[in-house]
T-cell receptor
Framework: GENVEQHPSTLSVQEGDSAVIKCTYS??????FPWYKQELGKRPQLIID?????GEKKDQRIAVTLNKTAKHFSLHITETQPEDSAVYFC???????????FGKGTTLSVSS | EPEVTQTPSHQVTQMGQEVILRCVPI?????FYWYRQILGQKVEFLVS????????KSEIFDDQFSVERPDGSNFTLKIRSTKLEDSAMYFC?????????????FGPGTRLTVL
């Protein structure tokens, strides 16, 4: 089955810096890659996603890139703000399946 | 904006007891899911449900677990005989299409504590 690896597990940046979180997946049939942000004690919230027919997608300060050949995808956050502090999870999903397979999460801390 | 809701927010039970976790998916969604998150760990898929049938389940979803849509709005997860290791946050989610590139929306979760 699908396996998703996520790095780093923790990331500390200064306000205004960029943050990059990387994930790799094992199943070449996976074609949907969402990113969720989870604040302490709250539900995972979708922040951006990418389909396998797209190499990059951007939404304001957030961007996601996908390299299908290498089977990895990354989340880029620019001009980080303290409110970006949270746990970020990447996930992967195949065309035929319904399950989201999550990475272990990255705890991002943005200090002002 | 419509959201997935879950009740209760926190459930405490004794080992061996049965618990039922409740969810109200977004009204026009057709696929429903349960995930769990043990404290400090990743979110893990349990089961998906469509058209009153289980669509997919993980190895975690053994005979102790069952799901049901008892009426037109609720979706439940039952754990028949709880174990200490069932202590976790349980998230319900829903989506429109299920398969393919389909966004899943998560509820706020039920924290289950088994003593």
């Amino acid at each position: 089955g699908e396996n998703v690896e996520q790095h780093p597990s923790t990331l500390s940046v200064q306000e205004g810096d960029s943050a990059v979180i990387k994930c790799t997946y094992s199943d070449s049939a996976s074609n949907y890659f969402p990113w969720y942000k989870q604040e302490l004690g709250k539900r995972p919230q979708l922040i951006i996603d990418i389909r396998s027919n797209v190499g990059e997608k951007k939404d304001q300060r957030i961007a996601v890139t996908l390299n299908k050949t290498a089977k990895h995808f990354s989340l880029h956050i620019t001009e980080t703000q303290p409110e970006d502090s949270a746990v970020y999870f990447c996930a992967a999903k195949g065309q035929a399946g319904t399950a989201l397979i999550f990475g272990k999460g990255t705890t991002l801390s943005v200090s002002s | 904006e419509p959201e997935v809701t879950q009740t209760p927010s926190h459930q405490v039970t004794q080992m061996g007891q049965e618990v039922i976790l409740r969810c109200v998916p977004i009204s026009n969604h057709l696929y429903f899911y349960w995930y769990r998150q043990i404290l400090g760990q990743k979110v893990e898929f349990l089961v998906s449900f469509y058209n009153n049938e289980i669509s997919e389940k993980s190895e975690i979803f053994d005979d102790q677990f069952s799901v049901e849509r008892p009426d037109g709005s609720n979706f439940t997860l039952k754990i028949r005989s709880t174990k200490l290791e069932d202590s976790a946050m349980y998230f319900c989610a829903s989506s429109t299409l299920g398969r393919g590139a389909d966004t899943q929306y998560f509820g706020p979760g039920t924290r289950l504590t088994v003593l």
